[in-house]
């Protein structure tokens, strides 16, 4: 018998196939768009040395020191503000300064999910939440959907019987994986069918900020407070080494989620908040995000303009609004997974799409970054994988020997 | 019915009492001896200003990136030498950095811990611990003890039938709340009984660099690698806001404890494992932690003295040899939560020890602090003790009216 006997709920624990991948792509000389990463060009580093700086002279033993749970009051503030100007009024009592959203993700599943019971995410959805919610061994419903995002007819056919679907995860802005934006009469659509069936959401909201040319619909939290638990991040805004995230929870829900943050961690650096805090309090963000937009933008025309010119037919696609990721649908006969080999092989990476998903597959579709190659590498890159697919699929057009 | 239906788990996750009286402890002009936390004039700022603005300098986009969730390779490297150095000698893939020890503890409870399944812990024994083991829903078993710590028969008497008792918790330095250090002799005697039933063992040390007049003996996990998990901490030795930690897992399990982390909070952040990397690697630690112990020593000092002269007969205690706490126990008749009221109204705060025991608790044990107030103050506040519970012991005595 095995000395360490682990809990039943490990067996949810493995290793992200997405990581295995990253690892292959570190290789020299590959192209990858494989990575989930932000532009390292965006951080702005002498901003937070600054911060560093002055959070060292002015408040060295608070920053230091052990702090409260809930986060740095006037960060807290700054997050009720910056909400507010999105449509979503709250005092800021309801946010909770987490290490990272993905720390919300655990709280979330931590606080809310029982062994066996049913969570709604969609398909395919962002795989980290899979990771964060797993270990609490939910039961997922998939959630069909169309290209403006999941079908409010689907959110009423979850099981709500008592106690039902536990909450509905969802990503309405540029999505990870799919980059796809729901717009606003479908965010009307979808909070009705919850509000009808009282089913809770759960809004992950990391990349809002990124869009290029309008700002995205209000978030589902501001049509439904006391429905819809929100996520953000600044990750993808000023740098993700930081660690940085927030949730916002329904009153009913914060007292117990602030118990889980303590005994997960106590609370997140205190010097790292007081650092973001110090960099963003005067308005920094207004004037930073707009180079990250305008960078992402750059990239992201570059790959549409690529995959126009390299793709072969029966390729799709949907060109994204925001965010950082394309995502492929190839042609019957092309497995993504499959063509992995191939692809590392000619010098390019990307993610499979079946990593995306919690319940059956679409293995033709893949995910490409846009936001880490230049222009001038993505054109290659893009080049080179419209050259696999088509060796692959004129290989399979012949005659077997 | 309410919209939000929380997890089973969710039961399990209260309030901190500590947490609670330590609100009350805030008030202008108390002698708090109530708090668990590191004195902040030991926090080298400056050390840590020029370590952020060499890691600014240096390597920016990696700090400032997503990272590995095992930990910064340098920072693994130097956590398997600095135990090395104390008898643990690992391997530096067997390091797993963590968002503060308590992190750790989360980790641990979410690997291992089934709901119902027995986990054995020292009576008393650390609240921050049953607080992340808590969600999990385990069944505790205190431990039996002496002055020198756990009784090993007190192991060999818990369930060991598969899959038995998942693990004991023990602190073996100047454990919080007790003080209490466990003895080489002791060390081998529990190693043993864990052995032979093949019980793993849990073993936290935060305390264990802050020794006054000799190290403390080898660690558990030295004397059984395979069947001890270790936690580690720079919150004591550096500054707990930057919340950096680490553990130490047999190889069986420590694949599932990284595949936690990544789920928890991805990994821990880059910026602040690199600025403690950049401050302790040429050896800082070696002066720096020497000042700690001089400064904790003259307080301890301070506060036996203290007791010595002030507590009323039959209130006992053991002098500690390093850490931060005494443990008291008071005379018959007195209950420290009974009295925190009493206290607190003549301007002193302390923890009443029942916050501290899984289970039966001993109502007349409490714990001070002796690291954040000055010797003057520990004076001044310790006989403030003495004289409510003189007060008390004598209004007991007096005859109805």
Redesign the interface.
């Known amino acids: 018998?095995?000395?360490?006997?682990?809990?039943?709920?490990?067996a949810r624990?493995?290793?992200?196939i997405i990581?295995e991948i990253l690892k292959l792509t570190e290789q020299p000389g590959v192209l990858s768009m494989a990575g989930?990463?932000?532009s390292?060009e965006t951080?702005p580093?002498e901003v937070?040395?600054e911060a560093?700086?002055r959070v060292?002279s002015d408040t060295?033993?608070?920053?230091?020191?052990?702090?409260a749970?809930e986060g740095f009051g006037p960060l807290r503030d700054w997050v009720a503000q910056h909400l507010a100007a999105q449509g979503l009024t709250l005092r800021a009592d309801r946010v909770l300064i987490?290490?990272?959203s993905?720390?919300g993700l655990?709280l979330v599943g931590?606080?809310?999910?029982?062994a066996g019971?049913p969570v709604a995410v969609e398909a395919p959805t962002y795989l980290?939440a899979l990771?964060?919610f797993?270990?609490?061994e939910p039961i997922y419903a998939s959630l069909a959907g169309d290209a403006d995002g999941p079908l409010p007819d689907a959110l009423r056919a979850l099981p709500h019987d008592?106690?039902?679907t536990?909450?509905a995860y969802l990503v309405p802005n540029f999505q990870n994986p799919t980059g796809r934006l729901i717009p606003d009469a479908r965010r009307a659509a979808l909070v009705a069918a919850a509000q009808a069936t009282?089913l809770?959401l759960v809004e992950d909201n990391p990349y809002g900020d990124l869009w290029f040319d309008a700002a995205p619909p209000a978030p589902l939290a501001a049509r439904w407070p006391?429905?819809v638990l929100y996520l953000g991040s600044f990750?993808k805004v000023l740098?993700?080494?930081?660690?940085l995230g927030y949730l916002v929870a329904?009153p009913?829900?914060y007292?117990?989620l602030l118990?889980?943050k303590?005994?997960?961690?106590?609370?997140?650096?205190?010097?790292?908040q007081r650092v973001v805090y110090e960099v963003i309090k005067k308005g920094f963000l207004d004037q930073h995000v707009p180079t990250i937009r305008a960078r992402y933008q750059r990239q992201c025309d570059a790959m549409a303009e690529a995959l126009t010119r390299h793709m072969p037919a029966d390729t799709t696609w949907q060109r994204p609004r925001g965010g950082m990721f394309f995502w492929l649908r190839l042609p019957a006969g092309c497995d993504a997974l499959a063509l992995l080999p191939q692809a590392l092989a000619a010098g390019i990476a990307y993610v499979p799409g079946s990593a995306f998903y919690a319940q059956a597959a679409d293995t033709r579709t893949l995910r490409l970054s846009f936001v880490t190659l230049s222009p001038d590498d993505i054109a290659e890159a893009v080049s080179l994988l419209g050259r696999v697919l088509r060796e692959h699929l004129d290989a399979q057009r012949e005659p077997a020997p």
Request: glycine share 8%; net charge positive.
């Open positions: 018998m095995s000395l360490w006997i682990p809990a039943r709920r490990s624990l493995n290793p992200s990581r989930g990463l932000p390292a951080f580093v937070i040395r560093c700086n060292l060295p033993r608070e920053a230091l020191q052990y702090a749970s987490t290490t990272g993905q720390q655990d931590k606080v809310m999910v029982d019971a980290g990771q964060a797993n270990p609490y008592a106690p039902g536990r909450f009282r809770p006391e429905g990750s740098a993700p080494g930081l660690r329904p009913e829900l007292p117990k118990q889980a303590q005994a997960a961690d106590l609370h997140t650096p205190g010097f790292n």
